[in-house]
């Protein structure tokens, strides 16, 4: 036989089995022990320190500009007393090993939940599998599909409430496949207990309903199913069934409710989902990247859209080569999160969480059931051997490793995330005042200058209408309305980042050009500015000694870290061209090493008024990487610029090659067109 060729394959070894668990648990740990990147979390600790504070939950905003006194429907006010407390216990570090633990015990429990839901084809029991089969046929195959799925997913697990959501998704999993098996209340009662602390804990606690809607979805097609007489899908039927899972949506409903809002809990969260999935709130789907679809994503993530389409077609096919036997109630649940997943990136890792058991519930019937054919053995013991299980994670954790370690100690946050220094250099300042601020700025300076200071706005965009959205936007991208709207609303400070995202880079350098405010402090990532009159010295990047110093501080905060070292003296570059320093710009990234300081010397040089050095640079950057955008579109625009059409015409057109949708490839050829168009008339005439 096949199987006994290959030493380790198809033996009973028992070691190997009882690591699988472990090394599934540590690969996930190691997945999201990064530092911290999302900065909705310095909000979360600041209203924890609140609620314990005034031992009260708050229920109108006390810390923003734009929505003071507006009701705040809280709806995550024990995840924020649990990461405050965590705060108090190990700083920094203790939120982000907190996070891997939930993360990785979360896939553990997934990887049994899986387990329980093979277990549930029981016609497997007719191929010579007994229950205690299940295990040793799908744990395997289940832990080396889920460290796959850690791939795809880790990117997106951040220190925030989702982790908890994740968590309970698991839970319910498990709970249910376990009454479907076992017929027993207690697992269903279970339920209700996980969906009170959800509501108190993330708006997404409708998904708990959703899981549950999607087997009672299941268990009705298979009641019918059976009573027509035809052949039967996997799982239990029975009305006993029926009635317990119709009867538990009704009951997790009103658990819902039991939090300190009541019905205004869930009007939050289908509020949330609105504001993505309605035409009519396009507005916060189009302009926070989180939630614009995948597929738009995709114009500049195209691994994103790769890796979301595998997994699409990968679960569509497992339950095509199971079709007879798959679970109806999984193939609801991944069709129900589908849905979310296709309107927003935000919420494809909701949909890989049910995806997961959905593809190894369906592999693993369908192995079982083909077995026994020549043509299965094989694949069978290799996808079911213990031996190779493990190495597959060992190997699987080896590069997650190097990039863990590549980005950074967990002691502190990932850079260029949060204004540190700026906040610090405000919170010196005699003025206080309220404060001018990037939404992703919003929530540490909530947590560091709160109550003395507040900021205008923070992630907490579910506060604002659209209107004030769309009017807080519109001031970003058009910096003439400032003023007056700093007038308004009483504003003495404003504090803003130059790259990531770039949007604020226009009024920055607007600001700097304006004698009613005054740079006060920039490290060439963030930016603070005061109202012109108060008895402190202006930062003059005009000046060389200036610019010169800040990159000394640079060099010395980021000498441990290459990496964060090339994107600070990017992101100064960025900051001075925009206030047509162009040769100071230059001279801050010539020595730098990496491609995006390389475009950015080249893009400087050429605003600067040297093409000839800009273009060799983008010739030599072309012949290392034939499609790099950046020297692409550069030599385009110098060759426009210098008459050279046909070199503008074809280096564009590489451009589009890239990048379909490149605004300004696009401009480059109307131009030409039009160029061309205005040459014609003129000769006919």
Same mark, same amino acid.
């Given at each position: ?106 896939? !553990? ?86 969906? =009170? ?46 009635? %317990? ?12 409710? &039991? ?43 195209? @691994? ?16 095509? =080569? ?13 069709? %129900? ?50 031996? +190779? ?73 579910? +506060?604002? *209408? ?33 790259? @990531? ?16 405010? *005054? ?5 060439? *990532? ?17 000046? #060389? ?8 501080? +640079? ?9 964060? !070292? ?9 900051? +001075?061209?925009? !206030? ?17 300081? #390389? ?14 050095? %800009? !273009?060799?640079? &983008? ?17 385009? @625009? ?32 109307? @131009?030409? #067109? ?12």
């Amino acid at each position: 036989m096949l199987p006994s060729m290959i030493p380790g394959i198809g033996k009973n070894n028992s070691i190997a089995r009882r690591l699988i668990p472990w090394l599934l648990f540590a690969l996930a740990f190691v997945a999201v022990c990064f530092p911290l990147v999302n900065t909705d979390i310095w909000w979360h600790l600041a209203t924890g320190r609140e609620i314990i504070s005034n031992n009260a939950i708050p229920d109108r905003d006390l810390f923003s500009v734009s929505s003071s006194g507006r009701a705040w429907v809280d709806v995550h006010w024990f995840f924020q007393i649990l990461v405050f407390l965590l705060w108090k216990l190990g700083g920094i570090p203790a939120l982000v090993l907190f996070k891997a633990v939930l993360f990785a015990s979360s896939v !553990l429990v997934l990887l049994k939940a899986s387990l329980t839901i093979v277990s549930l084809d029981t016609p497997i029991a007719s191929h010579g599998v007994d229950s205690r089969g299940y295990s040793d046929i799908v744990m395997p195959m289940g832990a080396v599909v889920l460290a796959m799925f850690v791939f795809a997913e880790y990117g997106y697990v951040f220190m925030r409430p989702v982790l908890f959501s994740l968590f309970f998704m698991s839970l319910y999993l498990y709970f249910i496949a376990k009454y479907l098996k076992d017929q027993k209340w207690p697992y269903l009662a279970s339920l209700l207990v996980i969906q =009170i602390v959800w509501a108190n804990t993330q708006a997404l606690f409708p998904l708990g309903i959703v899981i549950v809607g999607g087997f009672f979805a299941g268990q009705v097609f298979e009641v019918l199913a059976s009573k027509s007489g035809k052949r039967r899908f996997a799982g239990p039927v029975g009305q006993k069934s029926l009635v %317990a899972l119709g009867s538990c949506l009704v009951l997790l409903v009103f658990a819902s409710l &039991c939090t300190p809002y009541g019905a205004d809990g869930i009007n939050v969260a289908l509020k949330l989902f609105y504001r993505i999935g309605s035409q009519s709130s396009s507005l916060f789907g189009q302009n926070v990247s989180e939630n614009i679809s995948p597929w738009e994503l995709g114009r500049s993530n195209f @691994q994103l859209v790769l890796t979301f389409s595998m997994v699409l077609i990968w679960t569509a096919l497992s339950f095509l =080569i199971n079709l007879r036997r798959a679970h109806l109630g999984m193939f609801f649940l991944v069709l %129900a999160m589908s849905i979310p997943a296709l309107m927003a990136n935000r919420n494809l890792l909701l949909f890989y969480w049910v995806a997961g058991p959905a593809i190894i519930s369906n592999m693993a019937s369908a192995l079982v059931h083909k077995r026994d054919s020549g043509k299965m053995g094989f694949l069978y013991s290799m996808l079911t051997s213990p031996v +190779l299980t493990c190495g597959a994670l060992v190997l699987m954790s080896v590069p997650l490793v190097f990039i863990v370690v590549r980005q950074g100690s967990i002691l502190k946050p990932s850079p260029f995330r949060i204004p540190q220094q700026a906040a610090e250099m405000a919170a010196g300042l005699r003025q206080k005042g309220q404060i001018f601020n990037s939404v992703r700025y919003g929530g540490f300076l909530i947590w560091k200058l709160y109550p003395g200071m507040r900021p205008f706005i923070d992630g907490r965009l579910v +506060l604002r *209408t659209p209107e004030q959205f769309e009017n807080y936007l519109r001031v970003v991208d058009n910096p003439e309305l400032f003023d007056a709207f700093s007038m308004e609303h009483h504003l003495s400070m404003v504090m803003l980042p130059v790259n @990531q995202p770039n949007r604020y880079r226009k009024l920055v350098g607007a600001l700097y050009a304006d004698p009613l405010w *005054t740079l006060v402090f920039t490290d060439g *990532t963030q930016t603070l500015f005061v109202r012109t009159g108060q008895d402190i010295a202006p930062v003059d990047l005009s000046d #060389k000694k200036v610019v010169e110093k800040i990159s000394g501080l +640079l060099s010395f905060r980021f000498k441990d870290d290459e990496d964060a !070292l090339e994107q600070a003296f990017v992101n100064l570059g960025l900051l +001075l061209n925009q !206030l047509d320093e162009h040769a100071m710009a230059a001279g801050v990234v010539e020595h730098v090493q990496g491609p995006e300081a #390389k475009a950015l010397l080249a893009r400087s040089l050429y605003l600067a008024g040297d093409f000839e050095h %800009a !273009l060799e640079i &983008c010739r030599d950057t072309l012949r290392e990487e034939a499609d790099n955008v950046d020297a692409l579109m550069l030599t385009a @625009q110098v060759s426009l610029q210098s008459g050279d059409l046909r070199r503008a015409v074809e280096y564009a057109g590489r451009v589009l090659d890239e990048e379909p949708f490149n605004g300004l490839a696009r401009s480059i050829l109307k @131009q030409v #067109k039009e160029g061309a168009s205005l040459s014609h008339d003129k000769g006919g005439s």
